[in-house]
T-cell receptor
Framework: GAGVSQTPSNKVTEKGKYVELRCDPI?????LYWYRQSLGQGPEFLIY????????DSGLPNDRFFAVRPEGSVSTLKIQRTERGDSAVYLC???????????FGPGTRLTVL | GDSVTQMEGPVTLSEEAFLTINCTYT??????LFWYVQYPGEGLQLLLK?????DKGSNKGFEATYRKETTSFHLEKGSVQVSDSAVYFC????????????FGAGTRLFVKA
C-alpha cells in the first residue's frame, strides 16, 4: 500500500514568510509525528498527534510553529515568520495507535533565504 | 532527559569487512531501541528494533543486542557490502502516551569495493 507522503518535497521561502507543510499518513494509522532534521544531525521530535488532538507538542521550538490534524488523517505543519534557522528537512511519520514502529515520509526540505 | 550517543563518522570500510557502530543511551524508564538507516536520496527506514533487555534485533545481516547493564545497542554486521553505504541512526522511544523517538546524530558508512 501507499506509504507516508509529504508535500511539497522542496520549499524555498524568504525570511519572514509563512509556510505550510503537508503530511498524508498511511491509511488507518492514528498516530502521527513531526520531526525536524538539520544537516548532519538526527531527526528531532516536534509534535505527536493521536487522532485529531496534539498529545505531545513539547518539541515545538517556539510559538511560530503550529500543527493541525483536523480530521485525524492529513496533518499540516505551519511556520510563521520564518527564520533562516528554520531551514531543515521536516519529516513526518505515522504508526498504528499503539505501534512502536513508525513509518517515515520522504520529508520536505525547507530553505529560508 | 533521554538521549542517544553514537560513534561519530564517517566510517570507511572495504567490502566484506566487519562493521561495528557503537551506540549508548540514557533513559529514565524502559525504552525500546532502534536502528534506522537512510540510504542516499531515500527516506528514513527502520532497520531493526529490540523492545526489552537482552533482545536481539536482526535484519539484512545486521544485528544489535539490547544491553541494559551497559545501556548499549551496538550495531554489527559480519561482512559489509557496497550497498550498505548509508547513514545509520540509533534511536530510542518510551511509551509516554505516544512513542516519540529520540535519535542519535547518525553515523555515515562508506563501503569501498
Amino acid at each position: 500500500g501507499a506509504g507516508v507522503s509529504q508535500t511539497p518535497s522542496n520549499k524555498v521561502t524568504e525570511k519572514g514568510k509563512y509556510v505550510e507543510l503537508r503530511c498524508d499518513p498511511i491509511s488507518g494509522h492514528t498516530a502521527l509525528y513531526w520531526y525536524r532534521q538539520s544537516l548532519g544531525q538526527g531527526p528531532e521530535f516536534l509534535i505527536y498527534f493521536q487522532g485529531t488532538g496534539a498529545a505531545d507538542d513539547s518539541g515545538l521550538p517556539n510559538d511560530r510553529f503550529f500543527a493541525v490534524r483536523p480530521e485525524g488523517s492529513v496533518s499540516t505543519l505551519k511556520i510563521q515568520r520564518t527564520e533562516r534557522g528554520d531551514s531543515a528537512v521536516y519529516l513526518c511519520a505515522s504508526s498504528l495507535e499503539r505501534g512502536i514502529e513508525q513509518f517515515f515520509g520522504p520529508g520536505t526540505r525547507l530553505t529560508v533565504l | 532527559g533521554d538521549s542517544v550517543t553514537q560513534m561519530e563518522g564517517p566510517v570507511t570500510l572495504s567490502e566484506e569487512a566487519f562493521l561495528t557502530i557503537n551506540c549508548t543511551y540514557t533513559a529514565t524508564g524502559y525504552p525500546s531501541l532502534f536502528w534506522y538507516v537512510q540510504y542516499p536520496g531515500e527516506g528514513l527506514q527502520l532497520l531493526l528494533k529490540a523492545t526489552k533487555a537482552d533482545d536481539k534485533g536482526s535484519n539484512k545481516g545486521f544485528e544489535a543486542t539490547y544491553r541494559k547493564e551497559t545501556t548499549s545497542f551496538h550495531l554489527e554486521k559480519g561482512s559489509v557490502q557496497v550497498s550498505d553505504s548509508a547513514v545509520y541512526f540509533c534511536a530510542l522511544s518510551e511509551n509516554t502516551g505516544g512513542f516519540k523517538t529520540i535519535f542519535g546524530a547518525g553515523t555515515r558508512l562508506f563501503v569501498k569495493a
